[in-house]
């Protein structure tokens, strides 16, 4: 009996070693490699991913922004426009059935991109912004960083990449439908695209209204559309939001670790053409479901999907902004009046402009043009006006629009004045100047803005459209700088002290605990309503504060929630060209058409620069009777021939303008940083980011026939003046900076007519007043709305 008993005890010991190994302290060594994220102090529930390394290579300061590629399989050169450019027949009864599809595209259309297109495009901006691909053969992995280059190349590359929905063609042709399958397939093959000219890059995506099926239409998550895109996107989303990108559409993703993040929205649930869902409807106190917690995302069947997607962004950007983060936020749908629900619009207008210090960017796609909008908080302006009214003794309270001196006046050629912004109409809109749609719109935007001397910053923002891909108008991209001096950092926590102690006073208010409570409104019908007949502009407040219903409603009385804690600052990138503040972006087209017309050349043999296939002569007669055959055969094995040189032809952009100053955008020719003047040098530079690699501007000065030597000699006798750190749009941020301001010969002034110091609420708003009392640069604006591609106003 003795074996049992040892046997027990043997036992006995081994398990009492293993408790003890178990509730031994584990090595640091390996806590660290077995916890993918750890939770900082404050607050508990915030995972914090892993912080950057002195190793890790400095970044670029650019990143990459492109928008609607809408690729489409179908699509056939020389088919009928009027068919969506699939078919040889025009539809009946259609004026322009010999309007016939161009070989890259058809400008200024409803036809959407040949893939042709999108993997040119995608390549050329490859080739000239990013350092030699990786050798054959190599590993690189999407998640091993942008490649890095050296030399003639140092400074070149993308830190990110902003994609911001729309990758599958429009439904506009009933004889071959869409389907759920082929938009997946669509999205894949543009992944595929962007991957292989961009390896390594990171790219931030989001969900555009014809990324689902049928469009416009998403159902609360989570769905199939979600659930597959998670498995698309797997490697762009980062793990642990698979779960909040499944319930709702949307991620938050670091893009430099513990510094600068990127908040993709799913807009399609703030979209007012989303007939799934109620328009972030409000939410009663404690029914928040999984949706109302921030942290997780999604939703229960009782809250709205937008509504949850608030409350999530709310709380994110609390959290960004607790760790001293940044934050640009994206999505497919720009967040303006004539796009969201009105409670989407004005909650998600109220939550950025309450995280002004964190919020450094917005960037959209969607609507195919180039423009900027002010997004303005108009209740705290009218409070502050009927304040100042008071004390005045003025009576009743001025519109918002009204705080300027007089608004803002526009000198027509007569030499009277208008007042911009006053039309004599009681509906308070601008006056129009003659343009219509998207422009008569942002014109009353910009005319209704107060002056320089009586703005408070602390009350507005802006946001960005995009123009895209697909030729809506022309095809274009954006590439954007931004300062990386990181000594400049700003520190939320130092500057907004008081208001954080205010905060925290209570819980951050979500759903509808910070909103009025107010009955529901009646939403008006848009179905059927077009991009182009939408109404653009800031909503016009009413004499109470409030902005004007539809169909002239009443609301009932109000139950005011807990005042909001704003999170502003003049020191915070938004505001100040400070670290992680945009410096300015140049801005690059397509002339789709001029390119259409050169590979026609070809296909017909007349080009005389690169084909080398000759016109088959037209025979003298008395031939055999083989003759004809022979002919024929001939004329095939030419347009083969032809078609085959043809496709090497690859497409080039042009740069149609900047944001820079001039000694910022041509400093590379001016004073080259070296490097055997390729891309000048790296990020780290004093100087800042390059904003144009050297190559590109010297193909616009032989474009426009300016020898770099005018440029030199145009700095000649031109004195530095001393710029402070804030408005130095050449350098990365820091201390006062020498800054040539010059004037470059009048060819090339079209490309930095904006001139801007960087890219701050003061700076856009500043150009937002230029642009109504400068009547030049206001058409140049204008053209470049829709990529200079010819249309004026609404298509």
């Known amino acids: 009996m003795v074996a049992p ?160 929905g729309d990758s599958a063609r429009h439904d506009i042709d009933d004889k071959v439908p869409r389907t759920l399958a082929e938009i997946f397939d669509l999205n894949r093959w543009t992944l595929d695209q962007i991957q292989s000219a961009f390896p390594g890059v990171p790219v931030v995506p989001s969900l555009g209204n014809n990324d689902i099926f049928p469009h416009n239409i998403l159902f609360p998550g989570p769905n199939r559309i979600t659930k597959e895109f998670v498995r698309i996107w797997a490697d762009h989303i980062p793990e642990y939001e698979f779960h909040t990108f499944e319930q709702g559409g949307y991620y938050v993703k670091e893009l430099l670790p513990n510094r600068l993040a990127a908040m993709s929205l799913n807009t399609l649930y703030f979209y007012d053409s989303n007939k799934a869902v109620d328009g972030c409807a409000k939410t009663n106190r404690g029914r928040h479901g999984r949706g109302g917690g921030g942290g997780g995302g999604g939703g229960d069947s009782d809250v709205d999907p937008g509504t949850a997607q608030l409350d999530w962004l709310e709380v ?90 007089g608004g803002i006046i526009d000198d027509d050629d007569d030499g009277d004045a208008t007042i911009m912004g006053d039309d004599g109409d009681d509906d308070g809109g601008a006056t129009i100047m003659g343009d219509d749609g998207l422009p008569a719109d942002l014109r009353q935007d910009y005319s209704s803005l107060p002056g320089k001397a009586r703005t408070n910053d602390d009350y507005y923002s802006f946001f960005f459209t995009a123009p895209s891909i697909i030729p809506t108008y022309y095809p274009s991209f954006r590439v954007w700088t931004y300062n990386t001096t990181e000594a400049e950092r700003y520190d939320g926590s130092v500057a907004d002290a008081a208001r954080i102690d205010a905060a925290e006073d209570g819980d951050v208010q979500t759903g509808a605990e910070g909103e009025d409570d107010e009955d529901e409104e009646d939403e008006e019908d848009d179905d059927g309503i077009d991009i182009a007949s939408r109404r653009h502009h800031r909503p016009l407040p009413d004499r109470d504060g409030k902005h004007k219903k539809k169909h002239g409603k009443k609301k009932k ?39 259409n017309e050169h590979v026609e050349r070809i296909l017909d043999g007349t080009a005389n620069s690169t084909s080398t296939v000759q016109p088959l002569k037209g025979g003298s007669g008395g031939g055999g009777k083989h003759d004809g055959h022979e002919d024929e055969e001939e004329r095939r094995r030419q347009r083969r021939r032809r ?76 004195e530095d003046d001393d710029v402070d750190e804030g408005e130095g749009a050449g350098d990365a941020g820091g201390s006062l900076t020498r800054v040539r301001k010059w004037k470059p010969p009048k060819a090339l002034r079209k490309f930095t007519d904006y001139s801007l110091p960087a890219i701050t609420v003061d700076s856009m708003m500043d150009l937002a007043r230029r642009l109504v009392v400068d009547k030049k640069l206001w058409k140049r604006f204008v053209r470049r709305i829709y990529a200079e591609s010819g249309v004026k106003g609404k298509k």
């Open 5 to 164: 008993a040892t046997t027990t005890t043997a036992t006995a010991t081994a398990a009492a070693a293993v408790l003890l190994l178990l509730l031994a302290p584990l090595p640091a060594t390996f806590a660290a490699s077995q916890v993918p994220w750890q939770q900082p102090p404050d607050p508990p529930s915030a995972p914090a991913l892993s912080s950057s390394s002195s190793s890790s290579p400095s970044p670029y300061g650019r990143f990459l922004h492109i928008t609607d590629l809408h690729p489409d399989t179908f699509y056939k050169h020389g088919s009928a426009v009027s068919s969506g450019c699939h078919h040889n027949k025009p539809k009946k009864k259609k004026k322009d059935g010999r309007w016939r599809a161009g070989w890259w595209g058809t400008g200024v259309s409803d036809c959407d991109s040949p893939p042709r297109l999108v993997t040119s495009s995608l390549k050329w901006i490859s080739q000239n912004w990013l350092p030699a691909h990786p050798q054959a053969g190599s590993t690189s992995s999407i998640d091993d960083g942008p490649p890095r280059g050296n030399g003639s190349t140092a400074g070149q590359g993308f830190d990110f990449i902003l994609w911001t």
């Open 316 to 405: 994110q950007l609390d959290l960004l902004r607790r760790r001293k983060m940044q934050a640009h936020i994206l999505g497919h749908v720009p967040p303006t009046a004539g796009n969201y629900f009105p409670r989407c619009y004005r909650r998600y207008t109220d939550i950025v402009l309450r995280y002004q210090d964190t919020v450094v960017g917005q960037h959209f796609g969607h609507m195919n043009t180039d423009a900027f909008f002010v997004q303005e908080d108009q209740e705290a302006l009218y409070a502050a006006g009927a304040a100042e009214a008071e004390e005045t003794g003025m009576g009743d309270a001025v519109a918002p629009s009204s705080l300027a001196s």
């Open 557 to 595: 009385k109000k139950r005011h929630g807990k005042e909001r804690p704003r999170h502003v600052s003049p020191d915070s990138p938004s505001r100040r060209n400070t670290y992680l503040s945009l410096l300015g972006y140049s801005q690059w087209v397509m002339d789709i058409d001029e390119q």
């Open 643 to 718: 078609r085959h040189e043809a496709e090497k032809v690859e497409v080039d952009f042009r740069l149609e303008y900047t944001t820079y100053t001039p000694s910022t955008l041509w400093q590379e020719i001016v004073r080259p940083r070296g490097g055997g003047g390729g891309g000048g040098a790296g990020a780290g530079s004093e100087l800042g980011p390059v904003p144009v690699p050297r190559h590109l501007l010297e193909l616009e000065l032989d474009r426009l026939g300016v020898h770099p030597s005018a440029l030199a000699t145009s700095t000649e006798g031109q």
